[in-house]
Protein backbone atom coordinates (compact mmCIF):
# COMPACT_ATOMS: atom_id res chain seq x y z
CA UNK A 1 0.00 0.00 0.00
CA UNK A 2 1.31 3.01 -0.93
CA UNK A 3 1.56 6.63 1.55
CA UNK A 4 -0.99 8.32 -0.85
CA UNK A 5 -3.59 5.85 -0.12
CA UNK A 6 -4.14 6.44 3.36
CA UNK A 7 -6.67 8.91 4.32
CA UNK A 8 -4.97 11.79 5.76
CA UNK A 9 -7.15 12.52 8.07
CA UNK A 10 -6.36 9.25 9.50
CA UNK A 11 -3.14 11.07 11.14
CA UNK A 12 -6.45 12.49 13.37
CA UNK A 13 -7.23 9.18 15.01
CA UNK A 14 -3.91 8.27 15.52
CA UNK A 15 -3.02 11.13 17.30
CA UNK A 16 -5.53 11.13 20.04
CA UNK A 17 -1.26 -10.57 -0.23
CA UNK A 18 -4.23 -9.12 -1.76
CA UNK A 19 -7.22 -11.17 -3.54
CA UNK A 20 -8.15 -9.70 -7.06
CA UNK A 21 -10.88 -10.26 -9.12
CA UNK A 22 -10.19 -10.03 -12.94
CA UNK A 23 -12.35 -10.76 -15.56
CA UNK A 24 -11.06 -13.81 -18.18
CA UNK A 25 -9.80 -13.46 -21.25
CA UNK A 26 -8.32 -9.88 -20.50
CA UNK A 27 -5.54 -9.26 -23.40
CA UNK A 28 -4.48 -5.27 -22.74
CA UNK A 29 -5.96 -1.90 -22.08
CA UNK A 30 -6.46 -1.72 -25.55
CA UNK A 31 -8.75 -4.23 -26.33
CA UNK A 32 -10.69 -3.19 -23.29
CA UNK A 33 -10.89 0.26 -24.80
CA UNK A 34 -11.50 -0.64 -28.51
CA UNK A 35 -15.09 -2.80 -27.23
CA UNK A 36 -15.89 -0.24 -24.48
CA UNK A 37 -19.55 1.16 -24.75
CA UNK A 38 -19.59 4.69 -26.20
CA UNK A 39 -20.57 7.65 -24.43
CA UNK A 40 -23.13 9.72 -26.36
CA UNK A 41 -24.26 13.51 -26.20
CA UNK A 42 -27.33 12.30 -27.67
CA UNK A 43 -28.21 9.40 -24.62
CA UNK A 44 -27.66 11.87 -22.58
CA UNK A 45 -30.02 14.52 -24.38
CA UNK A 46 -32.65 12.48 -25.09
CA UNK A 47 -32.99 11.12 -21.18
CA UNK A 48 -36.16 11.96 -20.35
CA UNK A 49 -36.57 13.12 -16.13
CA UNK A 50 -34.19 13.43 -13.62
CA UNK A 51 -30.60 10.68 -14.69
CA UNK A 52 -30.16 9.44 -10.75
CA UNK A 53 -26.08 8.71 -10.33
CA UNK A 54 -24.62 6.27 -7.64
CA UNK A 55 -20.79 7.28 -7.10
CA UNK A 56 -18.75 5.54 -4.73
CA UNK A 57 -16.06 7.81 -3.27
CA UNK A 58 -13.53 7.02 -0.70
CA UNK A 59 -12.89 10.62 0.98
CA UNK A 60 -12.70 10.74 4.82
CA UNK A 61 -13.73 13.91 6.67
CA UNK A 62 -12.52 17.21 5.66
CA UNK A 63 -12.10 16.02 2.24
CA UNK A 64 -15.37 14.33 1.70
CA UNK A 65 -17.35 17.60 3.17
CA UNK A 66 -15.84 19.62 0.40
CA UNK A 67 -16.61 17.11 -2.16
CA UNK A 68 -20.13 16.96 -0.85
CA UNK A 69 -20.07 20.78 -1.24
CA UNK A 70 -19.22 20.38 -4.91
CA UNK A 71 -21.84 17.46 -5.81
CA UNK A 72 -24.54 19.88 -4.19
CA UNK A 73 -23.36 22.81 -6.62
CA UNK A 74 -23.18 20.42 -9.72
CA UNK A 75 -26.78 19.24 -8.73
CA UNK A 76 -28.22 22.53 -7.98
CA UNK A 77 -26.81 23.44 -11.45
CA UNK A 78 -29.09 21.49 -13.51
CA UNK A 79 -32.08 19.54 -13.70
CA UNK A 80 -31.00 16.85 -15.65
CA UNK A 81 -28.28 14.78 -13.41
CA UNK A 82 -28.85 14.19 -9.90
CA UNK A 83 -25.51 12.38 -8.08
CA UNK A 84 -25.78 10.55 -4.79
CA UNK A 85 -22.57 10.19 -3.28
CA UNK A 86 -22.14 6.78 -1.46
CA UNK A 87 -19.21 6.82 1.34
CA UNK A 88 -16.48 4.13 1.43
CA UNK A 89 -13.94 3.63 4.36
CA UNK A 90 -10.78 3.62 2.24
CA UNK A 91 -10.10 3.14 -1.25
CA UNK A 92 -8.94 -0.70 -0.51
CA UNK A 93 -12.52 -1.11 0.39
CA UNK A 94 -14.39 0.84 -2.45
CA UNK A 95 -12.60 -1.37 -4.97
CA UNK A 96 -13.18 -4.52 -2.73
CA UNK A 97 -16.69 -3.76 -2.83
CA UNK A 98 -16.62 -3.05 -6.82
CA UNK A 99 -15.08 -6.85 -7.04
CA UNK A 100 -17.69 -8.12 -5.24
CA UNK A 101 -20.40 -6.33 -7.05
CA UNK A 102 -19.43 -8.01 -10.22
CA UNK A 103 -20.65 -11.03 -9.04
CA UNK A 104 -23.55 -9.58 -6.90
CA UNK A 105 -24.52 -6.51 -9.77
CA UNK A 106 -24.77 -3.94 -6.59
CA UNK A 107 -22.34 -1.56 -9.09
CA UNK A 108 -22.08 1.97 -8.55
CA UNK A 109 -21.81 4.21 -11.86
CA UNK A 110 -18.79 6.31 -10.38
CA UNK A 111 -15.89 4.91 -9.12
CA UNK A 112 -13.08 7.05 -7.12
CA UNK A 113 -10.37 3.77 -7.01
CA UNK A 114 -6.53 4.68 -6.21
CA UNK A 115 -4.04 4.91 -8.50
CA UNK A 116 -2.45 2.08 -7.74
CA UNK A 117 -5.32 -0.24 -9.02
CA UNK A 118 -5.54 1.11 -12.25
CA UNK A 119 -4.47 -1.77 -13.92
CA UNK A 120 -6.29 -4.11 -12.20
CA UNK A 121 -9.38 -2.02 -12.56
CA UNK A 122 -9.12 -2.91 -16.38
CA UNK A 123 -8.69 -6.04 -15.70
CA UNK A 124 -12.08 -6.20 -15.00
CA UNK A 125 -13.64 -5.09 -17.86
CA UNK A 126 -16.55 -3.68 -16.64
CA UNK A 127 -15.51 -0.24 -17.24
CA UNK A 128 -15.76 2.23 -19.75
CA UNK A 129 -12.50 4.41 -20.61
CA UNK A 130 -13.44 7.88 -20.05
CA UNK A 131 -11.68 8.14 -23.77
CA UNK A 132 -14.77 7.95 -25.07
CA UNK A 133 -16.54 10.52 -23.76
CA UNK A 134 -13.27 12.88 -24.25
CA UNK A 135 -13.53 12.13 -28.13
CA UNK A 136 -17.48 12.01 -28.57
CA UNK A 137 -18.18 14.92 -26.24
CA UNK A 138 -15.06 16.72 -27.85
CA UNK A 139 -13.54 17.90 -24.53
CA UNK A 140 -9.79 19.58 -24.46
CA UNK A 141 -7.57 18.26 -22.05
CA UNK A 142 -4.86 20.70 -22.63
CA UNK A 143 -5.07 22.85 -19.88
CA UNK A 144 -4.68 19.99 -17.66
CA UNK A 145 -1.24 19.37 -16.12
CA UNK A 146 0.03 16.74 -18.39
CA UNK A 147 1.75 14.01 -15.64
CA UNK A 148 -1.90 14.36 -14.10
CA UNK A 149 -3.48 12.62 -16.63
CA UNK A 150 -1.06 10.21 -18.01
CA UNK A 151 -1.14 8.06 -14.73
CA UNK A 152 -4.54 6.70 -16.34
CA UNK A 153 -3.32 6.55 -19.36
CA UNK A 154 -2.59 3.50 -20.11
CA UNK A 155 -2.15 1.64 -23.73
CA UNK A 156 -2.80 5.01 -25.54
CA UNK A 157 -6.59 5.45 -23.90
CA UNK A 158 -7.65 7.40 -20.94
CA UNK A 159 -9.20 5.27 -18.84
CA UNK A 160 -9.64 7.21 -15.61
CA UNK A 161 -9.63 10.75 -14.91
CA UNK A 162 -7.71 12.04 -12.18
CA UNK A 163 -9.09 14.19 -9.04
CA UNK A 164 -7.65 13.73 -5.76
CA UNK A 165 -3.79 14.08 -7.04
CA UNK A 166 -1.12 14.34 -4.55
CA UNK A 167 2.65 13.30 -4.34
CA UNK A 168 5.56 12.53 -1.64
CA UNK A 169 7.27 15.31 -0.08
CA UNK A 170 10.06 16.03 2.52
CA UNK A 171 8.92 17.39 5.59
CA UNK A 172 11.24 18.42 8.08
CA UNK A 173 11.65 20.72 11.18
CA UNK A 174 13.46 24.03 10.59
CA UNK A 175 14.47 24.65 14.00
CA UNK A 176 16.63 21.25 14.50
CA UNK A 177 18.21 21.92 11.39
CA UNK A 178 19.46 25.51 12.87
CA UNK A 179 20.34 23.44 15.79
CA UNK A 180 21.85 21.26 14.05
CA UNK A 181 23.97 23.93 11.56
CA UNK A 182 22.11 23.37 8.73
CA UNK A 183 20.59 25.66 6.41
CA UNK A 184 16.55 25.38 6.89
CA UNK A 185 16.27 26.90 4.02
CA UNK A 186 18.21 24.65 1.91
CA UNK A 187 16.52 21.35 2.85
CA UNK A 188 18.48 17.86 0.92
CA UNK A 189 17.66 18.38 -2.83
CA UNK A 190 19.07 14.61 -3.21
CA UNK A 191 19.05 11.03 -1.96
CA UNK A 192 22.81 11.53 -1.52
CA UNK A 193 22.19 15.25 0.50
CA UNK A 194 19.15 13.27 2.87
CA UNK A 195 21.71 10.53 3.82
CA UNK A 196 24.43 13.45 5.25
CA UNK A 197 21.55 15.57 6.20
CA UNK A 198 20.33 12.89 8.34
CA UNK A 199 23.44 11.39 9.67
CA UNK A 200 24.43 15.67 10.69
CA UNK A 201 20.94 15.61 12.61
CA UNK A 202 21.15 12.92 14.20
CA UNK A 203 25.53 13.57 15.06
CA UNK A 204 24.42 16.80 16.47
CA UNK A 205 20.98 15.22 19.01
CA UNK A 206 18.26 16.56 16.53
CA UNK A 207 16.66 13.42 15.12
CA UNK A 208 17.70 11.89 11.73
CA UNK A 209 15.01 10.84 9.76
CA UNK A 210 11.75 8.65 10.14
CA UNK A 211 11.42 6.30 7.62
CA UNK A 212 8.29 4.29 6.40
CA UNK A 213 8.71 1.55 4.92
CA UNK A 214 7.31 1.93 1.90
CA UNK A 215 7.73 0.67 -1.68
CA UNK A 216 6.73 3.54 -3.78
CA UNK A 217 9.89 5.02 -2.64
CA UNK A 218 11.76 2.69 -4.94
CA UNK A 219 9.62 3.50 -7.72
CA UNK A 220 9.93 7.29 -7.35
CA UNK A 221 13.27 7.71 -6.79
CA UNK A 222 13.69 5.34 -9.95
CA UNK A 223 11.04 7.98 -11.72
CA UNK A 224 13.20 10.51 -10.84
CA UNK A 225 15.90 8.87 -12.48
CA UNK A 226 13.79 8.43 -15.66
CA UNK A 227 14.20 5.07 -15.42
CA UNK A 228 10.97 2.73 -15.18
CA UNK A 229 9.90 0.18 -12.88
CA UNK A 230 8.70 -2.29 -15.15
CA UNK A 231 8.92 -3.80 -18.60
CA UNK A 232 6.86 -2.84 -21.75
CA UNK A 233 7.32 0.75 -21.04
CA UNK A 234 6.00 0.97 -17.18
CA UNK A 235 2.83 -1.51 -18.32
CA UNK A 236 2.21 1.32 -20.84
CA UNK A 237 2.41 -0.02 -24.31
CA UNK A 238 1.75 -3.49 -23.55
CA UNK A 239 0.74 -5.52 -19.99
CA UNK A 240 4.40 -5.67 -17.94
CA UNK A 241 5.42 -8.94 -17.51
CA UNK A 242 8.52 -8.21 -15.15
CA UNK A 243 9.82 -5.52 -12.92
CA UNK A 244 13.47 -4.02 -13.86
CA UNK A 245 14.57 -2.08 -11.14
CA UNK A 246 17.40 -4.56 -10.74
CA UNK A 247 20.22 -2.40 -11.94
CA UNK A 248 22.62 0.00 -10.83
CA UNK A 249 19.70 2.64 -10.80
CA UNK A 250 17.91 0.55 -8.05
CA UNK A 251 20.93 -1.20 -6.71
CA UNK A 252 22.12 2.63 -5.69
CA UNK A 253 18.65 3.47 -4.17
CA UNK A 254 18.48 0.50 -1.59
CA UNK A 255 21.94 0.78 -0.90
CA UNK A 256 21.19 4.45 0.56
CA UNK A 257 18.51 3.33 1.92
CA UNK A 258 21.02 1.25 3.65
CA UNK A 259 23.43 3.56 4.79
CA UNK A 260 20.70 5.42 6.49
CA UNK A 261 19.29 2.49 8.63
CA UNK A 262 22.86 0.91 9.82
CA UNK A 263 24.49 3.96 10.56
CA UNK A 264 21.46 4.82 12.99
CA UNK A 265 20.36 8.28 10.76
CA UNK A 266 17.04 6.94 10.50
CA UNK A 267 14.59 4.64 11.97
CA UNK A 268 11.59 2.50 10.38
CA UNK A 269 8.20 2.25 11.00
CA UNK A 270 5.19 0.32 9.22
CA UNK A 271 2.99 1.54 6.86
CA UNK A 272 0.00 -0.27 8.41
CA UNK A 273 -0.94 -0.51 11.83
CA UNK A 274 -0.92 1.12 15.28
CA UNK A 275 2.72 2.55 14.42
CA UNK A 276 1.79 3.96 11.09
CA UNK A 277 1.92 7.52 11.40
CA UNK A 278 5.23 7.28 13.95
CA UNK A 279 7.43 9.04 11.46
CA UNK A 280 4.87 11.86 11.83
CA UNK A 281 4.33 11.78 15.41
CA UNK A 282 8.25 11.43 15.61
CA UNK A 283 8.88 14.85 14.40
CA UNK A 284 6.77 16.45 16.53
CA UNK A 285 8.49 14.98 19.11
CA UNK A 286 11.77 15.39 18.55
CA UNK A 287 12.90 11.86 17.90
CA UNK A 288 13.06 12.90 14.02
CA UNK A 289 13.76 16.35 12.33
CA UNK A 290 12.48 15.14 8.98
CA UNK A 291 10.49 12.41 6.96
CA UNK A 292 8.96 11.68 3.88
CA UNK A 293 5.38 11.55 3.47
CA UNK A 294 2.50 12.28 0.72
CA UNK A 295 1.34 16.02 0.26
CA UNK A 296 -2.17 14.69 0.99
CA UNK A 297 -1.25 14.99 4.80
CA UNK A 298 -0.17 18.69 4.78
CA UNK A 299 -3.34 20.07 5.59
CA UNK A 300 -3.90 17.51 8.85
CA UNK A 301 -0.40 18.36 10.20
CA UNK A 302 -0.76 22.00 9.96
CA UNK A 303 -3.95 22.09 11.70
CA UNK A 304 -2.07 20.05 14.15
CA UNK A 305 0.56 22.08 14.72
CA UNK A 306 -1.68 25.10 14.95
CA UNK A 307 -3.32 23.70 18.22
CA UNK A 308 0.00 24.24 19.82
CA UNK A 309 0.98 21.08 20.76
CA UNK A 310 4.78 20.75 19.08
CA UNK A 311 5.87 24.04 20.26
CA UNK A 312 9.59 22.92 19.02
CA UNK A 313 8.79 22.55 15.60
CA UNK A 314 8.51 25.19 12.22
CA UNK A 315 7.37 23.18 9.60
CA UNK A 316 9.09 22.51 6.37
CA UNK A 317 8.01 21.50 3.16
CA UNK A 318 10.28 20.65 0.49
CA UNK A 319 10.18 18.30 -2.98
CA UNK A 320 10.62 14.49 -2.94
CA UNK A 321 14.61 14.49 -2.81
CA UNK A 322 15.75 13.51 -6.57
CA UNK A 323 18.07 10.16 -6.76
CA UNK A 324 20.95 12.89 -7.87
CA UNK A 325 21.44 16.35 -9.19
CA UNK A 326 21.76 15.40 -12.65
CA UNK A 327 18.42 13.16 -12.84
CA UNK A 328 16.40 14.29 -15.83
CA UNK A 329 13.35 12.18 -14.30
CA UNK A 330 10.37 13.67 -11.88
CA UNK A 331 7.89 12.74 -9.31
CA UNK A 332 5.31 10.55 -10.65
CA UNK A 333 1.57 11.04 -9.62
CA UNK A 334 -0.49 9.78 -7.19
CA UNK A 335 -3.63 9.38 -5.88
CA UNK A 336 -7.23 8.74 -7.12
CA UNK A 337 -8.91 9.00 -10.49
CA UNK A 338 -12.78 8.40 -11.71
CA UNK A 339 -14.04 5.61 -13.59
CA UNK A 340 -17.19 4.99 -15.19
CA UNK A 341 -19.16 1.50 -15.00
CA UNK A 342 -19.86 0.33 -18.64
CA UNK A 343 -23.15 -1.59 -16.48
CA UNK A 344 -24.59 1.65 -16.52
CA UNK A 345 -27.18 2.76 -19.40
CA UNK A 346 -25.97 4.72 -21.75
CA UNK A 347 -27.46 8.24 -20.56
CA UNK A 348 -26.16 7.19 -17.26
CA UNK A 349 -22.56 6.83 -18.79
CA UNK A 350 -23.14 10.52 -20.36
CA UNK A 351 -24.31 11.98 -17.37
CA UNK A 352 -21.60 10.33 -15.47
CA UNK A 353 -18.72 12.22 -17.37
CA UNK A 354 -20.64 15.43 -17.46
CA UNK A 355 -20.49 15.14 -13.55
CA UNK A 356 -17.12 14.14 -13.62
CA UNK A 357 -16.12 17.51 -15.62
CA UNK A 358 -17.55 19.61 -13.52
CA UNK A 359 -15.57 18.22 -10.32
CA UNK A 360 -12.37 18.44 -13.01
CA UNK A 361 -13.60 22.05 -14.13
CA UNK A 362 -11.10 25.27 -13.33
CA UNK A 363 -13.38 27.04 -11.05
CA UNK A 364 -14.29 23.12 -8.67
CA UNK A 365 -10.53 22.55 -9.28
CA UNK A 366 -9.89 25.54 -7.53
CA UNK A 367 -12.33 24.92 -4.94
CA UNK A 368 -11.59 21.27 -4.44
CA UNK A 369 -7.56 22.17 -4.06
CA UNK A 370 -8.30 25.15 -1.57
CA UNK A 371 -10.13 23.28 0.44
CA UNK A 372 -8.51 19.78 0.49
CA UNK A 373 -4.72 20.48 -0.03
CA UNK A 374 -4.66 18.00 -3.20
CA UNK A 375 -2.65 19.11 -6.27
CA UNK A 376 -5.13 22.01 -9.02
CA UNK A 377 -4.90 19.57 -12.03
CA UNK A 378 -5.41 22.61 -14.77
CA UNK A 379 -2.89 25.28 -15.15
CA UNK A 380 -6.19 27.74 -15.32
CA UNK A 381 -6.91 26.59 -11.67
CA UNK A 382 -2.79 27.32 -10.24
CA UNK A 383 -3.24 31.02 -12.37
CA UNK A 384 -6.66 31.49 -10.06
CA UNK A 385 -6.22 34.28 -8.08
CA UNK A 386 -7.55 32.06 -5.34
CA UNK A 387 -5.03 29.47 -5.16
CA UNK A 388 -1.83 32.06 -6.11
CA UNK A 389 -3.07 33.69 -2.26
CA UNK A 390 -3.00 30.62 -0.43
CA UNK A 391 0.06 29.56 -2.29
CA UNK A 392 1.60 32.98 -1.11
CA UNK A 393 0.19 32.92 2.25
CA UNK A 394 1.17 28.80 2.49
CA UNK A 395 4.39 28.50 0.10
CA UNK A 396 4.51 24.68 1.06
CA UNK A 397 0.77 23.62 -0.65
CA UNK A 398 2.72 24.81 -3.95
CA UNK A 399 5.61 22.11 -3.20
CA UNK A 400 3.42 19.20 -4.88
CA UNK A 401 1.91 21.04 -7.97
CA UNK A 402 5.70 21.76 -9.02
CA UNK A 403 7.63 18.82 -8.81
CA UNK A 404 4.78 17.14 -10.69
CA UNK A 405 5.85 20.29 -13.61
CA UNK A 406 9.43 19.11 -13.01
CA UNK A 407 11.49 16.44 -15.17
CA UNK A 408 10.45 15.03 -18.52
CA UNK A 409 7.31 13.72 -19.18
CA UNK A 410 8.17 9.93 -20.30
CA UNK A 411 6.41 6.38 -19.04
CA UNK A 412 9.43 6.32 -16.22
CA UNK A 413 7.10 9.71 -14.61
CA UNK A 414 3.45 8.95 -15.69
CA UNK A 415 4.40 5.70 -13.01
CA UNK A 416 3.72 2.20 -13.10
CA UNK A 417 0.77 0.07 -14.20
CA UNK A 418 0.78 -3.52 -12.79
CA UNK A 419 -2.04 -6.05 -12.15
CA UNK A 420 -1.10 -7.38 -8.83
CA UNK A 421 0.11 -4.26 -7.69
CA UNK A 422 -0.52 -4.40 -4.07
CA UNK A 423 0.69 -8.12 -4.19
CA UNK A 424 4.32 -6.67 -5.65
CA UNK A 425 5.05 -4.24 -2.92
CA UNK A 426 4.34 -6.07 -0.11
CA UNK A 427 7.09 -8.35 -1.72
CA UNK A 428 9.39 -5.08 -1.74
CA UNK A 429 8.78 -3.97 1.48
CA UNK A 430 9.75 -7.51 2.43
CA UNK A 431 12.67 -7.32 1.12
CA UNK A 432 13.65 -3.73 2.46
CA UNK A 433 12.38 -5.04 5.88
CA UNK A 434 14.88 -7.83 5.59
CA UNK A 435 17.45 -5.45 4.61
CA UNK A 436 16.72 -3.53 7.55
CA UNK A 437 16.03 -5.90 10.07
CA UNK A 438 18.03 -8.85 9.47
CA UNK A 439 21.14 -7.10 7.78
CA UNK A 440 20.73 -8.58 4.34
CA UNK A 441 22.66 -6.95 1.66
CA UNK A 442 20.81 -4.09 -0.88
CA UNK A 443 22.17 -6.57 -3.95
CA UNK A 444 20.69 -9.38 -2.39
CA UNK A 445 17.46 -7.69 -0.93
CA UNK A 446 17.00 -6.63 -4.19
CA UNK A 447 17.41 -9.25 -6.11
CA UNK A 448 15.31 -10.94 -3.63
CA UNK A 449 12.34 -7.99 -4.28
CA UNK A 450 12.43 -8.84 -8.22
CA UNK A 451 12.51 -12.19 -7.91
CA UNK A 452 9.01 -12.54 -5.80
CA UNK A 453 7.71 -9.37 -8.02
CA UNK A 454 8.01 -11.17 -10.99
CA UNK A 455 6.77 -14.80 -9.57
CA UNK A 456 3.82 -12.29 -8.67
CA UNK A 457 3.50 -10.67 -11.81
CA UNK A 458 3.77 -14.12 -13.82
CA UNK A 459 1.22 -15.80 -11.72
CA UNK A 460 -1.51 -12.84 -12.27
CA UNK A 461 -1.28 -12.76 -15.69
CA UNK A 462 -1.01 -16.65 -15.87
CA UNK A 463 -4.52 -16.47 -13.79
CA UNK A 464 -5.78 -14.62 -17.13
CA UNK A 465 -4.30 -15.93 -19.81
CA UNK A 466 -2.41 -12.74 -20.79
CA UNK A 467 1.78 -12.02 -20.72
Not at 181 to 208: E, F, R, S
Not at 387 to 399: E, M, R, S
Amino acid sequence: MRLRRIAASTLVAALGASTITVASGVVSGTAGAASAPSCSPSALKGATGPITLNFWESMPRANGEELTRLTDQFNASQSKVHVNLVAQTSYQDTFTKYQAGLSNGELPDIAMLTDTDTQAAIDTQSFMPVQQCISAFKYPTGDFLARALAYWKVAGSQWAMPFGVSGPVLFYNKLAFSKAGLNPDQPPATLPQLVAAANTLKTKGQGGLGLVLDPWHLETWMATANQVFVNSENGRASRATKTVFTNKTGLSIFANLSQLVKNGSATTNPIQGAGRYDNLLGVGSGKYSMTIDTSAALGTVQQLLATGQYPNVELGVAPFPKLSAASIGGVEPGGNGLWISKHSSAAKRAAAWTYIAYLDSTASQVAWSAGTGYVPLRKSSAASTTIQDLWTQNPAFKVAYTQLTKGVQSAATAGAVVGPFNDVHAAIADAEASMFVSGVGPAKALAQAAFKSNQIIASYNSRLGVG
